[in-house]
């Protein structure tokens, strides 16, 4: 209704609006007739009172017109008044009211959006800030780290320079005073000769008894002629003894060390006597088997030797190269 009135108030013609007026707000005022014939409308939001205030102006400008002379509605004097009803409705006061807190609680929340991508933005800029500033700082430790290693690495340097220099200077003085230092006879500086010698004695004697003792029963079979034979095994395992002792030192889980000491001594010693066979009586298959017997009797020979020094290790009763003299 509002809308066809409003179109009416902008055409030239008052009578088309009381038309209007007529075909589209009488059937709704009218008392008497059939109810098919009247408007039926929402009520409008603003509620009972709204409603009733527009029906009684509307109904009003009706019964004005089918007057005799009456005056046609001024559009203008017509939205004032629907326009005052309005606005003193407590329904729409309430309403406009709600449209009010509305559009604070929008504004408000508008502005804490704002606020909060502020604030977003800020941090976001403070943790490329700091993440940069520790990149700077990681950097910079990096860098004094590697100076130090350098500074300290130059000082090393310079150390052992100055130390050659000195060690130098000496040998130079020496030199001019006829005095050149003597280079020392073991790696070890701490070496005892004299009880070495002792301990060395000691291997040579144990290897020698057990040698001897176990080839005692070869060379005995020979007759008067025992003798060079016994020597010559009491030699080469006196020789044996301190041969081994040397070696070994205080390496003396290394089983490869000891057995190849052994198979040396024995290698050797058998394939001299089977040399000196071959020389005398010639090369025939006869001699080969009697040099391999020899070889086999001096393995074994220098085995017992072996196990003679292992056993006085074992019991302290001798001690290896480096040792002597010194507490246990």
């Known amino acids: 209704v509002c809308s066809n009135i409003r179109h009416c108030s902008t055409s030239s013609s008052r009578n088309t609006m009381n038309s209007v007026i007529r075909t589209c707000v009488l059937p709704s005022c009218a008392t008497g007739g059939s109810r098919r014939n009247r408007l039926h409308t929402r009520k409008p939001a603003g509620g009972p009172l709204l409603a009733r205030d527009v029906r009684r102006t509307l109904c009003r400008a009706e019964k004005a017109a089918d007057k005799p002379g009456h005056k046609d509605i001024d559009p203008d004097e017509f939205f004032k008044n629907m326009e005052d009803g309005l606005?003193?409705?407590?329904?729409?006061?309430?309403?406009?009211?709600?449209?009010?807190?509305?559009?604070q609680e929008v504004a408000r929340l508008q502005a804490q959006q704002r606020e909060l991508e502020q604030m977003m933005q800020d941090a976001q800029s403070n943790e490329d800030s700091a993440r940069t500033q520790r990149d700077n700082t990681l950097a910079q430790l990096a860098a004094e780290?590697?100076?130090e290693e350098d500074l300290s690495t130059a000082a090393m340097e310079v150390q052992a320079a100055l130390k050659e220099l000195e060690e130098a200077r000496q040998m130079r003085e020496a030199a001019k005073s006829g005095r050149l230092p003597q280079a020392g006879k073991w790696s070890a500086g701490d070496i005892d000769e004299d009880a070495e010698k002792i301990e060395s004695g000691k291997a040579a004697a144990i290897a020698?008894?057990?040698g001897t003792l176990a080839?005692?029963?070869?060379?005995?079979?020979?007759?008067?002629?025992?003798?060079?034979?016994?020597?010559?095994?009491?030699?080469?395992?006196?020789?044996?003894?301190?041969?081994?002792?040397?070696?070994?030192?205080?390496?003396?889980?290394?089983?490869?060390?000891?057995?190849?000491?052994?198979g040396a001594f024995g290698l050797a010693r058998g394939l001299a006597q089977g040399q000196t066979l071959v020389a005398?009586?010639?090369?025939?298959?006869e001699t080969v088997l009697q040099g391999a017997l020899l070889t086999g009797e001096s393995m074994m020979?220098?085995?017992?030797?072996?196990?003679?020094?292992?056993?006085?290790f074992q019991s302290g009763n001798l001690k290896p190269f480096g040792t002597a003299g010194k507490e246990q």
Request: charge should be positive.
């Open 215 to 262: 080839s005692s029963p070869f060379f005995l079979s020979a007759g008067d002629v025992w003798w060079p034979a016994a020597g010559a095994t009491l030699a080469s395992c006196a020789l044996f003894g301190v041969t081994y002792r040397y070696a070994v030192r205080s390496d003396r889980g290394n089983q490869q060390l000891k057995t190849g000491v052994v």
């Open 145 to 147: 780290r590697g100076a």
């Open 87 to 103: 606005m003193q409705d407590p329904a729409v006061q309430s309403q406009l009211q709600g449209v009010r807190e509305a559009a």
């Open 280 to 285: 005398l009586q010639g090369l025939s298959m």
């Open 208 to 210: 020698a008894a057990a």
């Open 301 to 312: 020979t220098f085995a017992f030797a072996f196990a003679a020094m292992e056993a006085a």
